[in-house]
């Protein structure tokens, strides 16, 4: 219950924040003021065209996730095949530490 009520403010304490910082800044105001708080804001947040440049394109994408698929298929393929040789082995390092340890 408190901890519900206590969420509940966090969320009226951020978007009071965000409203209040907004109307500071002149965002709510006549155009003039507006356009110098973008202005102002535009300066001090990255530019959408510096981060789109580090941004993969769809095409280099869309073959890093083939590529990452397809390897996570062949390394689960890898591993079920590789099972039956693997649970053999592990059976008889069982087996030989359980006599070794009886012998002793």
Known sequence: MA???VKGLGKVAIVGGAL????????WS???KASSALDRITTKVMLTDD???QVPSVSQTS???KRSWNSGVQTVCSAVADS???VSNWTGQIISSVMDSGNK
Do not use: H, N, R
């Open 30 to 32: 006549e155009s003039k």
């Open 51 to 53: 981060y789109l440049k």
């Open 3 to 5: 901890a519900s009520i």
């Open 84 to 86: 039956p040789q693997k």
């Open 63 to 65: 073959k890093l996730m």
């Open 20 to 27: 209040y910082v907004t109307v500071d800044q002149g965002i």
